[in-house]
């Protein structure tokens, strides 16, 4: 019985090392991202993207993300921050 | 906060300034009549201002004071850094489109003109001849200007400027292209209310800005019906009709007001993408609100808002 406990350990700790470097030779093997590279094959740098915000709530209640995949905006109390705004802007 | 309110310029002007109201009404006073004098220069819709007289010049030698030459020499630098997007050439495509007198008007009578479906080519502002030194112009092959946008937003920080000789905060609001100076007592930036462009009347969001200048653009404000054609006054130079945008309203915040004006402008009539890379080479901050009401911005932009 011993002998067999013994046998089955190797056989175990075998397959796990096979099993591991199998897996490193396929990942090492493999095809690496492909770059985004200009006519003259250099490398650019993509334009900083546009976030979509979560409208603020004047009120001063917290505003959640309502899952525009955007960063969520907290207003605070306007009254902890700033007095009522002289100015407002929109376009005339 | 003082503040003095008035029309001019076929907006809202609000002047405000941090002190006693005896103090800052001298600077009050003449920030009004800076702003005044300013639109009798710079409209378009009275045959005797300077720029009327100017566009009647038919390419001879127009001798021109001071501030138009200023505002002349920055709009041939800022159709460069737009790409041609900002074009005070567009005046004659505007009145095709049924601008040909004031907003106020259009608005109390209706459009009377209903357009020539033909659109006649005009003449390119890079035809604009100027001789800085002799503060002479030359307007050839019968090019006309339209400096509504950038004057304004030029007015509002020259008013600013003059004010701030009496107040150490204050602000200029030309229908909101505004200039800010210092800040207001006690507060750690400007609260300006950014308006909904799908809701008149109501906010967007509140932001919260550094002293400078700041400017929107919107095709929901200048709009009327020409025939069965929904207008609006901000054309794109390249089909010389009223943009067809993704955006309703683009605010830009930078240095100076007339920048902002007119980077507000040429970017709500471009395509989002072009509008990212005109932003990133002249290192402009803006947010836009789209068909959707979505709130957007570039990164620095983002701060404003929180």
Redesign the interface.
């Known amino acids: 019985m011993k002998n067999i406990k013994h046998s089955l350990h190797i056989l175990l700790t075998f397959a796990s090392m096979l099993g591991f470097l199998g897996g490193w030779a396929t990942l090492a093997h493999s095809r690496k991202p492909a770059q985004p590279t200009t006519a003259s094959g250099q490398a650019v740098e993509s334009?900083?993207a546009?976030?979509?915000?979560?409208?603020?709530d004047?009120s001063g209640a917290a505003s959640p993300d309502s899952g525009?995949g955007g960063?969520t905006?907290i207003?605070p109390p306007?009254s902890a921050?700033?007095?009522?705004?002289?100015?407002?802007?929109?376009?005339? | 906060m003082e503040n003095m309110q008035f029309r001019a310029m076929n907006t809202q002007i609000i002047l405000a300034a941090e002190g006693q109201a005896r103090q800052v009404q001298p600077g009050f006073d003449m920030a009004r009549k800076f702003i005044l004098e300013s639109e009798q220069r710079f409209t378009r819709f009275s045959t005797d201002s300077e720029l009327s007289q100017l566009n009647q010049s038919g390419g001879a030698w127009f001798k021109v004071s001071a501030h138009m030459l200023e505002v002349l020499l920055l709009a041939k630098e800022y159709v460069e850094k737009t790409r041609g997007l900002f074009d005070p050439s567009i005046l004659p495509d505007l009145r095709r489109v049924g601008y040909d007198r004031t907003m106020d008007l259009i608005h109390s009578e209706g459009v009377f003109s209903l357009g020539d479906p033909v659109r006649h080519p005009r003449t390119p502002f890079d035809a604009l001849i100027i001789q800085p030194e002799q503060s002479l112009v030359s307007l050839p092959g019968g090019l006309t200007l339209d400096l509504g946008g950038i004057a304004k937003g030029w007015i509002a920080e020259k008013a600013a400027l003059l004010l701030a000789e009496y107040a150490d905060a204050c602000g200029v609001s030309a229908g909101g292209d505004m200039h800010l100076i210092g800040l207001p007592d006690g507060q750690p930036d400007w609260p300006v209310s950014l308006d909904d462009p799908l809701h008149p009347g109501e906010s967007l969001a509140l932001l919260h800005l550094p002293p400078g200048g700041i400017a929107t653009s919107s095709v929901t404000k200048r709009a009327w019906k020409q025939g069965d054609k929904l207008r609006h006054h901000l054309i794109d130079p390249r089909s010389g009709e009223p943009a067809l945008t993704e955006w309703l309203s683009v605010t830009v915040i930078a240095d100076h007001t007339d920048t902002c004006e007119v980077f507000a402008k040429a970017l709500l009539i471009s395509d989002t993408s072009e509008a990212q890379e005109i932003a990133i080479k002249a290192g402009i901050d803006f947010l836009a609100v789209d068909r959707q009401g979505n709130l957007c911005g570039t990164n620095n932009s983002l701060e404003y808002a929180q």
Do not use: H, Q, Y
């Open positions: 334009l900083p546009l976030v979509p915000l979560a409208p603020v004047l525009s960063m905006i207003a306007l921050r700033s007095s009522r705004p002289v100015f407002s802007t929109g376009g005339s």
